[in-house]
Every structure is written in structure tokens, then in C-alpha cells.
């Protein structure tokens, strides 16, 4: 994930304002839409969108724990005492916070029991309320008591036990703790949820009103009046407009959380079950947020000489020694998306550590179609391999599942899957294996990177010459081969655009749209960076004879929010962007902008940056006029605050820890009528009622072709993504 969202970090930085991002870069994060940085290019005039995000306050989580010193992980509550210390109450003793170490101590068995002592005037009434789970003091001498049988309020009213009313909703609140904030308002959380007294009057907060949790053991209100909530699965924090949902160990030791209290930073101490997390806010840009990235991944996540982006493994949940890299399906294309994303940050501020990167990029990529040449079963000119593989390594990537054997049991359950040897073979010079049966997803990925670093990044005719080399030899393959890929062992599964495939073949009508998308983008890539007129006439001769024009149209197969293939989401917006962007007929760039547009709509819940950008710099402001009239196809206005969000919540922490929403209150499940006839029903999928998917801080990817629908996911905190 890391090395997509740096597609996004430096994306669209227009060409005008180079000079001045370059002396900004460390305070602000500027973002402009400008053809995703590509101004100048072949393609039509676009509206510029000037975003300063400036900076922002990136959330980070310490936990500490009895290696810290505490006198044990059992955290029963915590206090900020006068001189600004953290104090624990632990099952085996009181500590107090010094200089990020732990010590015990005996100074504050007063200062926990004066936390839960009731006024002398209040006593009778709470005689037979149950236990005092906490007491609260506000502004103007009033006191709140929470107990185990309500909510007692002392004030120029009285003293009394209250019952809360907000419209149509009366409650009788129980194991109820207790918060001032500092605005002067009182918070109460129960199991019946959340409420809020401000002027004589109460808010009732439940799942329909964004809640995440109701089975609540804490509160704590903020100096800012942001309140904090714990629960027994998780904390919660609400802004007065935005709720966030705190659980698993991305954010603490332990879901069961006991005690809340926040510092005068606005900073949370949490006490539970297994320790204690101080969740703290940095300030920071998204300039600062990239290098972090990409600094990550140059320690963490690269393989082979080449440097192929792809997740690391750790021997130790969230420790980030003993790690190792593996190879996977899709190197090609995580290392085009990461590569892509140094060309637009070489494009907006020229830091030659960004050219660097992005011509390691295009090495590693290039050699994916040099490796196969003049190998045992070399393959015809042209072919891209998946991956490669070093043959010193002590593995053997044929054994196992690719021996013949094991292919045929692949048959069984994947009726495209072709059995033959080696899908590894090794090259000329015997250092590598390369992987054959090269995808779609392969090819769309490269199609993108390579437009991107001729136009951003090869600044000699020496270094333009070599990208271009590249895609000319493939296009030619696949023109060469009925539009598709062929290996040493004929015909890939899945890298198949041919019209005998695509709108003959009954297998294949639901690729129809997606694959038309991408062959028209190959072809306008490859008449942008060669000039030569045949492939404009190869794209012609498919839309007249093929229809692939029309097949655009209708890229999927949609039947709602959250149906379809996510993989294919992210394939279709990297070849519709090339697809539109150098598409020298007016007419048919805005036939395709109305395809994009209905693409985007299926995908804008999901608050992805890189689909918003994507879609918002070939989009904004084009108008497209049919038989019902002209509509504007500009994205909605939620577009750009959606993307900007993402980008300032994406973890700094990329480990895949587990987040589990399905118990959540303000969550909407996906219908099965939006499956598929002969698929799986939708199960563990949903939103918020909000209308859009779960933050990206609340959910755990690793690349952008991950359901964004999916409720629980993450695992064990062994994966850096």
C-alpha cells in the first residue's frame, strides 16, 4: 500500500508552480490537479484545483507495558496528575510516567480515591444507586456522578438522578461514567450509548448517529472539546462532526478498554487489559508523510538488484528486525505503481532522489522484458514477464503447485488455468527464473508507469528511446498475436484483448469492457510515445469493425456499491486514464470521460485518492452531450476533501494488524442481491451510514485492489505492506 499511496503524495503538481513547491515542500503539502502533473502533454486543457493541506496532525499510538516498566500489563485506570505526569493503577500496583519509563510508587492512592468520592450533599441520593464508577467536576461548581444504576447531576437545579431525553428518545442510562469537557459540556457514556448536556439540553449519540460502540466503560472530554470513549472492544473519538474508531493493536495492547484521560495536548492515555497506549498526534505534511514512505521502502521492501517493491515479512509481530522479501504474481505491477509514483514526484518538485527511484523503477521493470530473451523457452519478441526470481535463492519455484501434478489439481478448481513446464523457466546467463503466463494486471501497470516516465522523468533522447523501445515491442507483440500475450507455451490466461475473445467468446462478455479499455490505452500510449500512425489506425480499425469504442461504455458489470472485482477497479482507472488523457479525437475523449465518469460514481463511497485524483484530472470540467441533453461530468465536491482525508489517515504504521468492525452499530451490511447469480453471497461486508467505507485508520491493505467493503481484515501484525 505504501508505494501506491505515493502514486498520490506528489501527484498533480503543475509545471507553473515547481518553484514555489520546491520552497514549500516542507511545510505544506500542495496538490494540484493538473492532469496528474501531465500539463504540456497531448492531451486537452485542464482546470487546475490548488489544494494547500499544510500541517496536519498525524495520529501515532505508543504502547507501554511491563517491559516499560509497568508493574503489570493488567491496566485497571489512569490519572494526569497537577504536574502534568501520567499515573497507572495496575492489578499489582500504582506507576507513574517519567522520562517514557515506568516506576512504582504509593504517592497517588489518594488522588484514585478522590477521583470516585462523591459530595456530601449527594450521598443520599445515591444511596441505592450501585457502586460510583466516576465523578466529574465542571466549570460552574456542578458535579456529574456516574454509577452502576445512572447518571446523577448536582447543579443551580438541584441534586438529581437524570434521565436523558433527545426527541423521540428517553433513556434510563446504566454503568454510566462521567466527563466535563473543556467547553463546560457533560458527557456521559453507558451501555445504552453516548449523551452529551449542553444548555439544558441533552444529544443522545447511537450507531444512527455515527456511534461506533456501545458497550462503553469510559469517558474522558478533551481541551478542545473533542471527547474520548472506551469501550469493551476499542476507544472512540468524536470531534463534534467526525468519529473514530480505535481497536486492535494498530491502536492498543488490548481491546478491553478500562480508563480514559487525555493531556492538555489533546493526546489520549488509555488503560487496558494489556497495557497502556498513548495515542499522540505529530505535525506533519504530506511531503513528510511520502519520505516516510518511501523511506520505509527502501529499508523494508525491495527485492532482487533491482529493487522490486513488494511486502516485507517479519519474523516478530511489529518488530521491525528479521524481515524477508518474497516474490509474488504482481511484482510488475506494484513496482509500476510505485514507480509511477516517483515520476510524479520527480515531475513536481525535480528532487533527483525522486529521478533515482523512478529510473531504478524503470530498470527493474525493463529487465522484465529483457530476462526472457535468448532463454531456453524464450517466448516471441515483445513478452513481459510477471516476475523474476534469483536461481541462487534455495528455492525452487517450480516444485510444489507448478509441477504437473499440481497444476492439473489447479485445473480442477480454475477451469483457464493452463497446465504445462516450466511456468519458471531460467534465463540465458542462469541467475533468474522468470515467471511466464504474464496478466492483464501486468501489462496495465507497465502501460502506466512508462507514458509517465517518458513524459516526467527521461529527460535524453537516450532515456526516451529505451521506454519507448519497450512499448513498441510489446504493442507489436500483442497486435502480432490477436491482441493478446503469448509465452513459450502459447496463448496467457488473462492477457487476452483479441475480438474473437472479447465479443465472440461467451467466457469471456464480462472482461468485454475492461479489456476494450485497456488495448485503446496501450494504443494511445504507444502513438503518444512512438508517433506512428499504425497504431492509430489499429485503434480505428477496432472501433469500426470491433466496436471496442462502445464496449467502453459499459466497462463492468455493476450491481452496486461494493459488487464487482476490486482488482479490475484499479486496472480500469489506470488504463482509462491513459486512455482519455492521449486520445487526439475530441469527440471520443469525451465518450470515454462519460465511461470514466460512470466508473467513478460506482467508486466514490470509497474515498480512495487514487481513483479521485485519477478520474478528477481528466474529468474536471468536461461536458458531455448525448440525446438527453449536455451534463457536466466533473467529479462531485466530494472528491477532493475524501482524497485529501485518506492521504492524512493512511498509518504511518504499515503492519498488517487486525481490525474487527463487524460488531459495529453504524454499519450498513451489502445486499446479496448485489452478488453475482453464481457467486458467493455478500458476507462481512458493509459501510458506514455515512454512505461510505471504513477509514482507511480502521481497516487494514495492502494494495488498492483490496475490497474496501471487506469489515474485518488484517492479521497478526507480520506483513509491512
Known sequence: MVMATKIILFSGIGREVKVRVQKMMHCLGVVTVSTMLCSGLASAEQPKAPVKVGVF????????????????????AVALVKSGRIVARTAKGDAVLNNGKWSATNDFTSFFKAKKTVPFAMRAVLRKAGAVLAVTRGPEDQVAVGTEGGVFLSDHEGTRQVFPRDGHKSWAPTNVTVSYDSLGRLWFASYQGAGRYEKGEWTLFTGAEGLPYDDMTAVAGGTDGTVWFGTAIGAIRYDGSTWAYRQGKRWLPSDEVRDIVVDA??????????????????????????????????????????GYVIEA??????????????????????????????????????????????????????????APKGSKHEPPRGFIARTVLETSSEKNPNSGGYTIEGQLRKKQQDGYWRVYEPR????????????????????????????????????????????????????????????????????TRWSVYGPNDINQDREWHEERGLKSISILSYL???????????????????????????????????????????????????????????????KLRKMYVASFANSWRQEEPEMN??????????????????????FDLSPW?????????TLKHFPLDRFDWRHTNHHRKDLILLSDHWADAYDDKFQGKGYRNTGKVLPVDERYFSHWNASPWELDTGGGGHVIG
Open 57 to 76: 496532525p498525524q495520529e501515532k499510538r505508543t504502547f507501554y507495558t511491563e517491559a516499560d516498566g509497568l508493574p503489570s500489563n493488567d491496566v485497571r
Open 524 to 586: 494511445n500510449v504507444a502513438y503518444h510515445m512512438t508517433g506512428d500512425k499504425k497504431y492509430r489506425d489499429v485503434a480505428k480499425e477496432l472501433r469500426d469493425k470491433h466496436s471496442y469504442h462502445t464496449n467502453v461504455m459499459w466497462p463492468k458489470y455493476q450491481r452496486g456499491i461494493g459488487s464487482g472485482n476490486q482488482s479490475d477497479d484499479e486496472m480500469a482507472f489506470m488504463a482509462y486514464y491513459n486512455l482519455v488523457k492521449y486520445e487526439p479525437d475530441p
Open 637 to 645: 465536491e466530494t472528491w477532493l476533501e475524501d482524497a485529501i482525508g
Open 424 to 491: 519458471w523457466p531460467k534465463s540465458a546467463d542462469g541467475k533468474y527464473y522468470w515467471k511466464s503466463d504474464t496478466s492483464s494486471d501486468e501489462l496495465d501497470g507497465h502501460y502506466f508507469f512508462y507514458p509517465l516516465y517518458y513524459d516526467l522523468v527521461a529527460e535524453t533522447e537516450d532515456e526516451k528511446s529505451a521506454a519507448r523501445e519497450i512499448v513498441r515491442a510489446n504493442i507489436d507483440h500483442l497486435i502480432s498475436h490477436d491482441f493478446s500475450m503469448h509465452d513459450h507455451a502459447g496463448k
Open 313 to 370: 515479512h517479519a519474523s516478530q509481530a511489529g518488530k521491525k528486525t528479521d524481515t524477508r522479501v518474497g516474490n509474488s504474481d504482481n511484482d510488475g505491477l506494484w513496482t509500476s505503481m510505485y514507480g509511477a509514483g516517483e515520476c510524479f514526484a520527480y515531475g513536481a518538485t525535480k528532487d533527483p532522489l525522486a529521478k533515482r527511484r523512478a529510473k531504478r523503477a524503470f530498470a527493474a521493470l525493463r529487465f522484465l522484458s529483457e
Open 265 to 306: 495536548d489533546g493526546n489520549a492515555w488509555v488503560a487496558t487489559a494489556g497495557g497502556v497506549s498513548f495515542i499522540h498526534f505529530k505535525g506533519m505534511t504530506l511531503g513528510e508523510k511520502a519520505k516516510h514512505y518511501e523511506d520505509e521502502i527502501d529499508k523494508y521492501n525491495r527485492r532482487t538488484e533491482f
Open 609 to 630: 485518492p487514487f481513483f479521485n485524483f485519477c478520474f478528477a484530472s481528466q474529468g474536471m470540467g468536461v461536458e458531455f452531450t448525448n440525446i438527453w441533453g449536455t
